[in-house]
């Protein structure tokens, strides 16, 4: 298919209906009601259901519903919308229901502003709500790879049978961007399996539930989930590693958009001779630890760069297990770095640690904002990880059905 | 030319975001990589718009650019606040029918054209952002005469009767663009 | 041999937890027989609240969601919207619905969601031991109010069947009583018409049942039916309170019920 120039928002609703989502229910929030506003005008023409909920809690209750008679369904909210909807989050979880959720993050805490921030991370990797369980979450950092993993998490949340979240900056759903989606119009309805309620005609009554007053009985429950969980971070981490391949003595970690404005400010210093690589998680939960460790091992200082006041750090420090001091730069409240702030961060990092630039130019010739080739490590590869170097081409997280 | 940046603001309303989206699509088209950035608030109407448009051959990288090359403006509290930011060697554009100070930067070129009465010539004064954007295109290589008034062309589709308005105010600031090249050279 | 009384296919075989002398079990029952008379067990999902009534996924026999507190309708609206062929019923207890659940209620009947919902009201909180509802009758004392419910300070209790009808969206509203075999022969009734008009895919149907609490009242059973008559059904008048088939905006208030 040709490539389309489409809002985040809109882009990441006609995800949704690729992968075969014909359902949603949610509430308007800024910055992201053009995803509830595309789908009330689309889905109904194709014979599917918008619903706009009459709160946040009501609508994470409706995708519960709609998951637990086997249909696939999204919601889609913004900060304070996703804490109203930890309440059904955590049932969902717990009955083991795929749903997908879309957070396109804006600042806080409390109202906060509506301008872009990432500070629902600890939220969305560690705290989501009450109960021990975890979400899928992943970070796209364009539109191209918002739409690519909208159609991953319904996978991965069907797979797994455990919700998925997509956070995503207000950026990610306010600006364009070319995009590709892929051939299938609408994919194929989601298998009902041995758990959804479609009635109980021909077989023994079925129940989602979550109450289990028997304790033993609740143990042996999160001892399943955590081992579902455990199964999850052997097999769905995935990263992207951008000048990496080559000898450096600074690694930045960023995630999501951030990664981007890294990208430029490390090609901008790479041109003057400045050794720097990227980490970048996409699956921010399971957090990639094996991988962020090994590129921190080769760096002689670490810099974690986010919109908030430091959350993603705290899992580059349990990946570093203190080998390395890390460094942190961070905007919040809506206030994006600029890549020149970021610059002047990294100056003052290198300057502190003592780094200096190899007497001899190792990287190669680039003009500001270019991003070079990527190479991604077999491992990455394997994982399926993005071949690109953030670029909004089509990354290879594609469905695979 | 490897890539570029353009702001252009103004107030809500008056279509900038729009010139914006015109830009990208016709750079798309071209075959580069592009992204629309706007700022959002909570005003719906008249409050400040701005959107950033990064072309790039490769992959853009930031889309969150500080210091564009290319401003374009339609009110005073744009130029006041994003002039000083502009690239040195970067271009200004400034819609005089709406501003009325200076750009104070001698190190950029800077082009006065007063957008609103040159969009009231070629039939339609609401085209005043399309004058805009004709200057940029006609100052840069950054896409084509041609591609642009395509995407006016098809942006107008459903509204046919407002497309010959619309393609001569863009023509018009073509024109203006294509003239402040030739002089700086 | 005749069988004169047999289980319900509606109902599992399964003992209840209820306590003696409450009428959740008979709730229960004509809720089951209804689904079983109308022919749509096997189509039905039923939606289990907090409350006395949480293990009711045991005893429906047929499939059960368990929903979070008072979201028992936002959870019939997912369900329903996404498998519009189920036959999607609520059963919600007092604090579920009047209190933390008066958002989702209210709204999925404003809506129109074409489900039905059992409403059991015994103006009190049962399983948490006792506590004031929003429908605790005034000056009944509760162990939050024990000095009975003093309405200057708490207000009065809210009446959801009026609530309800008094939405403009068309719907099938009634308030029916399980305190004696007449209420109950009724009240199985209304339920029946309840689920009949969603099984015609016509409207919400709400049904409010006046049920006992002798346990938490401190009352014996018997007194316990009896203060239900005398103190509960005055402020809660029983009776169809609204159909779809009457005009938009009115209501229809029929004492008599069906």
């Avoid at chain 1, 399996?193 to 009554?205: I, N």
């Avoid at chain 2, 075959?31 to 072309?55: D, F, K, Q």
């Avoid at chain 2, 564009?68 to 930011?85: G, T």
Wanted: with cysteine; aromatic share 8%.
């Amino acid at each position: 298919m040709a490539r389309v120039l489409m809002k985040g928002n809109e882009a990441i609703g006609e995800a949704a209906i690729r992968a075969g989502c014909l359902h949603f229910f949610g509430y308007p929030i800024t910055p992201q009601s053009e995803v509830p506003e595309y789908l009330a005008k689309r889905l109904p023409e194709l014979g599917g259901q918008y619903v706009q909920a009459e709160s946040e809690v009501a609508a994470s209750n409706m995708i519960y519903g709609s998951a637990g008679v086997g249909i696939r369904v999204l919601t889609t909210s913004s900060s304070p919308g996703i804490s109203l909807m930890a309440e059904g989050i955590s049932y969902i979880a717990a009955c083991e229901l795929p749903v997908v959720i879309v957070n396109i993050m804006r600042s806080g805490p409390g109202l906060g502003g509506i301008l872009p921030a990432q500070s629902d991370y600890l939220q969305a990797t560690k705290g989501m709500a009450h109960g021990d369980f975890h979400l899928i979450v992943l970070a796209p950092s364009s539109v191209q790879e918002a739409v690519d993993m909208v159609i991953l998490a319904f996978e991965l949340a069907e797979k797994y049978r455990n919700p998925t979240m997509v956070i995503g900056d207000g950026m990610i759903g306010q600006m364009m961007e070319p995009v590709e989606f892929p051939d299938q119009e609408i994919g194929p309805p989601l298998d009902p399996g041995d758990w959804a309620l479609t009635g109980c005609k021909g077989r023994e009554k079925r129940i989602v539930n979550s109450l289990y007053l028997d304790p033993e009985e609740c143990n042996q429950q999160n001892i399943r989930l955590e081992k579902k969980w455990e199964k999850i971070t052997k097999a769905e981490q995935r990263w992207e590693e951008y000048k990496c391949d080559k000898p450096y003595d600074l690694l930045i970690c960023a995630f999501g958009m951030v990664s981007r404005i890294c990208k430029t400010a490390i090609d901008s210093l790479s041109e003057e001779g400045y050794r720097i690589g990227l980490f970048r998680p996409m699956t921010v939960n399971p957090f990639p630890y094996d991988a962020c460790a090994k590129l921190v091992k080769k760096s002689k200082r670490v810099l974690d760069v986010e919109m908030n006041m430091g959350q993603m750090i705290q899992d580059v420090r349990l990946a570093a297990e203190g080998s390395k001091p890390i460094e942190f730069f961070g905007k919040a409240g809506g206030v994006v770095p600029s890549p020149d702030e970021v610059i002047d961060e990294i100056r003052k990092v290198m300057k502190k640690a003592g780094i200096k630039k190899p007497k001899k130019k190792t990287s190669p010739k680039k003009k500001i904002g270019t991003a070079a080739k990527k190479k991604t490590s077999k491992k990455t590869a394997k994982k399926s990880a993005a071949k690109s170097s953030g670029s909004p081409k089509r990354s290879k997280i594609r469905r695979k059905r | 030319m490897a890539e570029t940046e353009v702001l252009m603001a103004g107030f809500g309303g008056q279509g900038m975001l729009l010139s914006g989206k015109l830009l990208a699509y016709a750079a798309m088209k071209k075959g580069m990589e592009v992204s629309w950035l706007p700022s959002y608030g909570p005003e719906m109407r008249g409050g400040t718009a701005n959107v950033t448009v990064c072309i790039a051959e490769k992959a853009v990288a930031s889309p969150y650019i500080t210091f564009p090359r290319a401003l374009l403006v339609m009110n005073q509290p744009s130029l006041e606040k994003f002039a000083p930011k502009v690239k040195p060697g970067g271009l200004i554009v400034v819609n005089r029918s709406l501003v009325p100070i200076d750009a104070d930067r001698p190190d950029c070129t800077v082009i006065y054209i007063p957008a609103n009465e040159v969009a009231k010539e070629a039939g339609t004064a609401r085209a005043a952002n399309l004058v805009m954007l004709g200057v940029y295109v006609g100052w840069s290589d950054v896409v084509d005469e041609e591609t642009t008034i395509k995407m006016i062309e098809k942006q107008f589709a459903s509204k046919a009767k407002f497309i010959p308005a619309n393609v001569a105010a863009f023509k018009k600031g073509y024109e203006e663009g294509v003239k402040a090249r030739g002089d700086a050279k | 041999m005749y069988k004169t009384f047999a289980y319900t296919q509606g109902l599992t075989p399964k003992p209840t937890h209820y306590c003696p002398g409450c009428t959740h079990g008979t709730i229960h029952r004509m809720v089951g027989e209804v689904i079983e008379e109308l022919g749509v067990r096997e189509r039905t999902v039923g939606i289990a609240p907090v409350g006395c009534s949480v293990l009711a996924y045991e005893y429906f026999n047929c499939d059960m969601f368990e929903a979070s507190h008072g979201r028992a309708p936002a959870i019939a609206t997912g369900a329903k919207r996404s498998r519009p062929n189920l036959i999607v019923f609520t059963y919600q207890g007092d604090g579920d619905l009047a209190s933390i659940g008066m958002g989702e209620i209210i709204h999925a009947a404003n809506r129109g969601e074409k489900i039905t919902v059992v409403f059991v009201n015994n103006a009190i909180y049962g399983m948490t031991g006792g506590q004031m509802a929003p429908t605790t009758m005034p000056n009944q004392r509760t162990t939050t109010c024990p000095a009975g419910r003093d309405v200057a300070e708490v207000g009065y209790p809210v009446r959801m069947a009026e609530q309800i009808a008094d939405l403009r969206t068309p719907a099938f509203v009634a308030r029916v009583s399980s305190h004696n075999p007449k209420e109950i022969i009724r009240a199985k009734a209304v339920l029946k018409k309840a689920f009949q008009y969603q099984i015609e895919n016509t409207c919400f149907s709400f049904v409010e049942v006046l049920s006992t609490c002798p346990t938490n009242w401190g009352l014996s059973p018997l007194e316990a039916s009896n203060w239900l008559e005398r103190e509960m059904i005055p402020y809660y008048p029983l009776g169809i309170k609204k159909t779809p088939e009457a005009e938009s905006g009115q209501q229809e208030h029929n004492s008599e019920g069906v």
